[in-house]
């Protein structure tokens, strides 16, 4: 009665990974595999009878190229896996990844900059700044608007370029999907804790970093106006990522913004936990319930997980 923080399977989402052709585990995430869109239904219906209300979708392109079109096909992966996971499981709530770095063959999650030097990688030339913001505003407004096209319920552009949420709410406005609801990765660091979902999603960058669109990991300051820049343009919903090295920030924005609050239990931090219960180090399923508890009483409403299902079957 005087537990002060709950944990409910329906604060959950659960990432999916859709793929062009053949998938199949992925290596540095125990338990997660990339799936075809007949797989990905399953795993849909799987996770909406275990009560999880949401997955998220990522797609691995057949092919890349530099207009990231596999990005807006209303063919793409992605745009198939919704409009199949809608029609087979409508009640499921779809949340798509609206990002360019799968789908360009350099990696990144925008346009380059003209004078990076790209593809000649002259580091000079502009120093760390590899990726032309406002370039990439169009392209990622067009992918969010085939998402919303296809069928997703809420769009979550993950690419941290500035001004995105509004290009965004504005391109699907004029669309005529007011309903679409943006998720943002509003506040999303440079992190070395992405690596295990760059080899699921195949988008380590093929050049330079990501530091001049995500944040230093160093500031807290920060996140709080990216917050708010995010809730002042439309965002629905912002998100935090990390989860875990980050509760102070969790907990920082939720004090900020009234808007709901989501937290990324990255790849990273489901991968360490999974590899030291392989070695028998620690009790994964005791370490598993106790970092999203955590999650949650830093101030996160909703938790993307790849612990999802299995948190879900101790939940019930
Ligand atoms: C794409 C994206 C990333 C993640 C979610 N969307 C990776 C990145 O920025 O490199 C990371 C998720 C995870 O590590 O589980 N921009």
Redesign the pocket.
């Given at each position: 009665m005087v537990r002060e923080t709950r944990l409910s399977v329906d604060q959950l989402i659960s990432?999916i990974f859709v793929k062009e052709g053949k998938g199949g585990p992925v290596k540095s995430?125990p338990g997660v595999a990339q799936l075809s869109v007949d797989q990905a239904v399953k795993e849909a219906r799987e996770v909406h009878k275990l009560g999880v209300p949401a997955v998220i979708l990522?797609g691995i392109p057949a092919k890349k190229d530099e207009d990231a079109s596999g990005a807006y096909d209303p063919e793409g992966i992605v745009q198939r896996a919704v409009k199949s996971i809608k029609d087979k499981v409508p009640e499921m709530v779809i949340i798509t990844?609206v990002?360019?770095?799968?789908y360009m063959s350099h990696g990144h999650?925008g346009v380059p900059h003209p004078a990076s030097g790209h593809p000649l990688l002259n580091k000079e030339r502009v120093g760390e700044r590899w990726i032309d913001n406002d370039a990439s505003l169009e392209l990622l407004t067009r992918v969010a608007i085939s998402h919303a096209e296809a069928g997703a319920d809420i769009v979550?552009p993950?690419?941290?370029m500035d001004g995105r949420v509004a290009a965004i709410r504005s391109g699907l406005d004029e669309s005529g999907f007011v309903d679409t609801s943006i998720l943002s990765?509003a506040v999303?660091y440079?992190?070395a804790?992405?690596?295990?979902?760059?080899d699921?999603?195949e988008?380590?960058?093929k050049f330079g970093d990501?530091r001049s669109y995500?944040m230093d990991p160093a500031n807290v300051r920060e996140a709080i106006r990216e917050a708010r820049l995010d809730a002042g343009e439309g965002a629905d919903i912002v998100m935090v990522?990390?989860a875990l090295a980050y509760l102070d920030v969790i907990a920082a924005v939720r004090c900020a913004v009234n808007l709901p609050i989501a937290a990324?239990?990255?790849?990273?931090?489901?991968s360490m936990i999974k590899a030291a219960a392989q070695k028998g180090w620690i009790d994964e399923k005791a370490v598993m319930m106790e970092t999203l508890l955590a999650i949650r009483r830093a101030g996160a409403d909703l938790i993307?997980t790849?612990f999802a299902k299995e948190a879900a079957k101790l939940l019930s």
């Open positions: 990432p995430m990522f990844d990002c360019l770095c799968e999650c979550a993950s690419d941290m990765y999303k440079a992190s804790f992405y690596g295990p979902f760059r699921a999603a988008s380590t960058p990501r995500q990522k990390p990324y239990n990255v790849s990273g931090e489901y993307v790849y």
